[in-house]
């Protein structure tokens, strides 16, 4: 292959080059007297991306999936109620850990393409008068199927009932690229991935945690060793870790938050939605749908494209690659060959989003289906030329 492959999977995403950079160094000593001068901002810095003053954030080698299992074996206990929807394979992977972890999980079915059922939670949570439910479980950004939900409103449906029950998000695909408020909405415990927003290899799993889920902490008795918020805690105050940490990613994390906060958080989130936009603007020219049933569940990181049941998706994220050297994302689980999706996260910006939707274009023609060539690409075009500000394109660069 002559040039890089394109990289559209919702995750990993690009790595910006700044950000390579601060990971190209000699192995340092994790236990030397200042390395907290270097640890210590860091994780006060990163409390600003999760938009919190009062919890703390972990951040522990490890990957989204160590985060999920970091902040409910630290919270929660085996046998404890917890209340979860189901649309995607990242929300059933939530469950399934948890399942395996020995809680009790209530399992709400919704159709893959909607949100997390606010109202069904209200009415759940409005019932539990004796608060059996411990938890309650929210992926914010399904990544299997593009759909955002609404972590604002199930704060909202817990306040009304005024249920005690903990607000666990799986922030990996929004931390960082959608606007994600963990005070604000009393998050308890916020999970994201260093390879999706953050813009760095996979190898971080950064946990937010809450004071009241730290509170939680000292009474849960699931097992846990590794990912123990005591230990990190302990630790952390002082600038170190229970463990030999991952200073190059540590190093990288650095320059990602230089750079998100270099660009204005608000300003990421607000490129993310325009970057997005175009990406919709191109599946409606292409006469395709998204697997997301309603614009209110619009992912700004990830856009799941439906295509015609004569088409097999897979096919076309195959030939992609093959042809183009353009990865695209494939179907998961029960979605596998009906949708392909193109992650539009991180270090972005027009061009290269135009990039992807040429390259899909293409595929797709490749693989049978008859979308106009190049129509994708020009309504997408016109909405990044007629939104196009000064401030965008510095943003972008
Ligand atoms: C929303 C969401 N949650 C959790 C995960 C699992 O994260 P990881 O693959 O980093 O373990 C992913 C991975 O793509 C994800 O998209």
Redesign the pocket.
């Known amino acids: 292959m002559s040039a890089r492959t394109a990289l559209f999977v919702?995750?990993p995403t690009n790595v910006p080059d700044a950000v390579r950079r601060a990971m190209d160094i000699p192995m340092e000593d994790h236990r030397a007297p200042d390395f907290p001068d270097f640890v210590l901002p860091l994780l006060q810095d990163l409390k600003r991306v999760f938009k919190t003053r009062s919890g703390q954030v972990f951040v522990f080698p490890?990957?989204?999936?160590?985060?999920?299992e970091a902040a409910i074996t630290n919270t929660l206990s085996p046998g404890d109620k917890v209340l979860a929807a189901r649309f995607g394979q990242?929300?059933h992977?939530?469950i399934d850990l948890c399942q395996r972890h020995g809680l009790d999980v209530e399992v709400i079915d919704v159709a893959w393409g909607e949100g997390t059922p606010v109202e069904r939670f209200a009415e759940r949570l409005a019932k539990d008068a004796s608060h059996a439910i411990k938890a309650v479980l929210v992926?914010?950004?399904?990544?299997?199927t593009g759909v955002t939900s609404d972590v604002a409103a199930v704060r909202r449906a817990l306040d009304a009932s005024e249920h005690p029950a903990l607000l666990c998000v799986?922030?990996?695909?929004?931390i960082a690229s959608i606007d994600f408020r963990m005070d604000e909405w009393a998050v308890d415990l916020a999970?994201a991935?260093s390879?999706?927003g953050f813009m760095l290899p996979?190898g971080l799993?950064m946990v937010g945690a809450s004071p009241k889920a730290l509170e939680a902490a000292k009474a849960a008795t699931s097992h846990r060793c590794y990912f123990d918020f005591a230990d990190m805690i302990r630790t952390n105050k002082d600038g170190y870790f229970p463990y030999t940490p991952a200073t190059t990613l540590l190093r990288g994390l650095r320059a990602s938050l230089d750079l998100l906060e270099a660009e204005g958080l608000e300003n990421v989130f607000a490129r993310h939605r325009r970057l997005a936009e175009g990406v919709r603007k191109a599946v409606a020219a292409w006469g395709l749908s998204l697997c997301a049933a309603h614009p209110r569940w619009h992912s700004d990181t990830?856009s799941a494209v439906c295509v015609p049941e004569s088409v097999d998706a897979n096919e076309i994220v195959g030939l992609a690659y093959r042809r183009y050297g353009l990865s695209l994302g494939v179907g998961l689980s029960k979605v596998a060959g009906k949708v392909f999706r193109i992650g539009h996260l991180g270090h972005l910006n027009e061009l290269m989003v135009l990039t992807a939707l040429a390259g899909s274009e293409m595929a797709m023609r490749d693989a049978g289906l008859a979308v106009a060539p190049g129509s994708g690409v020009a309504a997408a075009q016109e909405h990044f030329r007629e939104t196009a500000t000064p401030r965008a394109r510095a943003a972008a660069a």
């Open positions: 919702p995750g490890g990957s989204g999936t160590g985060g999920w990242f929300s992977l939530w992926c914010h950004n399904e990544t299997a799986d922030g990996v695909s929004s999970v991935g390879q999706k996979a799993a990830v």
